[in-house]
């Protein structure tokens, strides 16, 4: 039962930290488009560090929680385990978890470089950006659900 609840609250968490994922680039998009627009600008900025704060928070529970299911057996009895021979989908699955993390951390570095003056890329290349996740995403779901090998 306790193995149930963490897996509950590891996919709660990543729901939220994927809505950060998602919706941070279309921020960018449109403060790109919104160039020369102070006011409109400055709301987009502050609205992007809030999300960004609530996507770390998001992550690091979802991460802490994606531990225990991983190596959780080592310390609770009779907890299932995640490793040994077949578990080759967790490996591609947590790359993938990982270049979506770059990828969100590259978002919100943008963000901070709004705040400096710096310039974005264009909304269309911002736009190219935002559908990454998406890809990736429907793969980790691939993976998980198949666990082809």
């Known amino acids: 039962m306790l193995y149930l609840w963490i897996k509950i609250f590891h996919l709660v968490f990543v729901i939220a930290w994927m809505a950060t994922v998602f919706y941070l680039p279309r921020i960018l998009i449109n403060l790109a488009e919104a160039a020369g627009q102070a006011e409109v600008q400055s709301r987009l900025v502050l609205m992007g560090r809030r999300l960004y704060r609530f996507g770390h928070l998001m992550f690091g529970l979802a991460a802490i929680l994606g531990v225990v299911l991983w190596l959780g057996y080592r310390v609770i009895a009779d907890f299932p385990t995640m490793v040994g021979f077949g578990t080759g989908w967790l490996h591609a699955k947590l790359l993938l978890v990982a270049l979506m993390l770059a990828h969100y951390i590259l978002a919100g570095r943008w963000l901070k470089g709004v705040e400096k003056g710096r310039a974005l890329p ?25 666990k082809p090998f």
Request: hydrophobic share 70%; proline share 8%.
């Open 122 to 146: 264009t909304p269309f290349k911002l736009r190219l950006f935002n559908e990454a996740p998406v890809l990736a995403l429907v793969a980790v779901v691939w993976l998980v659900l198949a």
